[in-house]
């Protein structure tokens, strides 16, 4: 299993070398939620140029400008040169030392995973894997990275963010992905058909509900039923239709309505905080696309009005 603490602080050797290598970033993620095993960053510069180290983490960055800015890397005495366009793709893997430069004002993203996080993965994506090798790509085009990459941040720059296993089931995503079409060892991830069984997805539900007032993580979940994180996120969707998170949110705003509607209503923040949301408007914006109407819309209709969504 991915046996990380719960929303816990990224790793503090991992913060500290992204920051001593790229001091300028600013790192994109909302106070009280923590991605363990990766973090995601973004960085706007002007023209600059560095030499790399030996980096400990594997580094995933997607070109998001859009004028597009050339770039030199050289690795091993080998110097490449290309021009980046919005959602190119680079793959830099741990412990390979560089020296890059771009000529031109540059805006990208990257994804940071640490080696450990990588081979948990590994272990319970690919069982008969060997190790994590991941294959060095510079200005390639991956669809699937670009689109994960852009979820992973408008996620955390949300104002009113998904629960915090949307965005390690993202992770986790980019992370297998990377496993199957970035490695040396390329292998098909296993699918795991059929769903959760009866009894598992009884015990997950079981935990949803114990804990919607809290905050909690995908690898808590899982635990829940003793599967990887890996596994349980399709699992899961295969048996019941959504997504983890999806399932939380509507869960949590079947339970804001009831209270909305109690003869002894409580006060739309303290309703928020009671149902697991982080605040108001993350209480109101989830709300809304749910049911249709605000929950102060909702609660003067006497719940009269409703309508039915789970489209993110």
Not at 87 to 110: C, E
Request: contains cysteine; hydrophobic residues 45%; proline residues 7%.
């Amino acid at each position: 299993m991915l046996t990380r603490e719960r929303n816990a602080p990224f790793a503090e050797p991992m913060d500290a070398a992204v920051r001593a290598v790229i001091p300028d970033d600013h790192i994109l993620a909302n106070s009280g939620t923590r991605w363990p095993g990766f973090l995601v960053s973004q960085k706007d510069s002007p023209p600059f140029g560095f030499d790399l180290p030996s980096f400990p983490h594997h580094t995933l960055s997607v070109a998001l400008g859009e004028s597009p800015f050339r770039m030199t890397q050289t690795v091993g005495g080998r110097t490449e040169d290309a021009v980046f366009s919005r959602g190119t793709v680079t793959v830099s893997p741990a412990g390979r030392p560089a020296t890059v430069r771009w000529y031109a004002r540059a805006h990208s993203l990257h994804v940071v995973f640490e080696a450990a996080f990588l081979e948990d993965v590994s272990a319970h994506a690919f069982p008969h894997r060997r190790a994590v090798e991941l294959v060095a790509r510079f200005q390639v085009r991956d669809p699937v990275v670009e689109r994960l990459g852009l979820a992973l941040r408008a996620e955390v720059s949300a104002v009113a963010p998904l629960p915090s296993l949307y965005g390690e089931s993202l992770g986790v995503a980019l992370a297998v992905h990377l496993l199957e079409h970035h490695s040396a060892f390329p292998l098909a991830a296993d699918r795991c058909p059929g769903g959760l069984s009866v009894p598992r997805l009884r015990r997950a539900m079981e935990f949803i509900h114990a804990n919607l007032a809290t905050t909690f993580s995908l690898a808590d979940l899982a635990a829940s039923v003793e599967v990887s994180p890996y596994h349980f996120a399709r699992l899961f969707k295969q048996s019941t239709g959504l997504a983890p998170h999806q399932c939380v949110v509507k869960l949590r705003v079947e339970r804001a309505e009831g209270l909305l509607l109690a003869a002894d209503r409580l006060a739309l923040v303290e309703i928020a905080g009671e149902v697991g949301f982080a605040d108001q408007a993350h209480f109101t914006r989830h709300f809304k696309r749910l049911v249709g109407v605000t929950p102060g819309q909702y609660s003067r209709a006497g719940g009269g009005h409703r309508r039915e969504g789970v489209d993110e």
